[in-house]
C-alpha cells in the first residue's frame, strides 16, 4: 500500500483548498477496509490528528477544524479527501495522509504543504 498526498498550495486566510490522499498498490477490497486519516504538523509542534474517516465512512474531526474541514473517500478511485474551507493561518502546517489496515499495519504518505497568508 502507498499513499500518495496532494492539493497542497499558498492560500488566503478564508480561502479553500481540497487536499487528495490516493492509495495506490492495494486492491479494492484491501482499499476499503482502510480507515483513513489526515494529520498535520506545523513547525515547532507535534503532528495532530485532523479528520479521520473510518472503513464504516464515520468521520471525525478535530475541534480546531470541525465546521470548516470534510473528509471524505470515493473507493471506486481509492481517493480520501480533505476539503479545507475558511482556511485560518493557523492551518498552516505540512499535511500527511495516514492508512491503518484491518491488520494493524500503518501506512504514512508524504505530506504536502499548506500555507495560509493573513
Known amino acids: 500500500v502507498q499513499l500518495q498526498a496532494s492539493g497542497g498550495g499558498l492560500v488566503q486566510a478564508g480561502g479553500s483548498l481540497r487536499l487528495s490522499c490516493v492509495v495506490s498498490r492495494s486492491i479494492l477490497s484491501t482499499f476499503i477496509g482502510l480507515d483513513i486519516d489526515w494529520h498535520r504538523q506545523a513547525p515547532g509542534k507535534e503532528r495532530e490528528l485532523v479528520a479521520a474517516?473510518?472503513?464504516?465512512?464515520?468521520?471525525m474531526y478535530a475541534d480546531s477544524v470541525k465546521g470548516r474541514f470534510t473528509i471524505s473517500r470515493d473507493n471506486a478511485k481509492k481517493t480520501v479527501y480533505l476539503q479545507m474551507n475558511n482556511v485560518e493561518p493557523e492551518d498552516t502546517a505540512v499535511y500527511y495522509c495516514h492508512a491503518r489496515s484491518v491488520s494493524g499495519a500503518d501506512f504514512w504518505g508524504q505530506g504536502t504543504q499548506v500555507t495560509v497568508s493573513s
Open positions: 474517516v473510518a472503513s464504516s465512512r464515520r468521520t
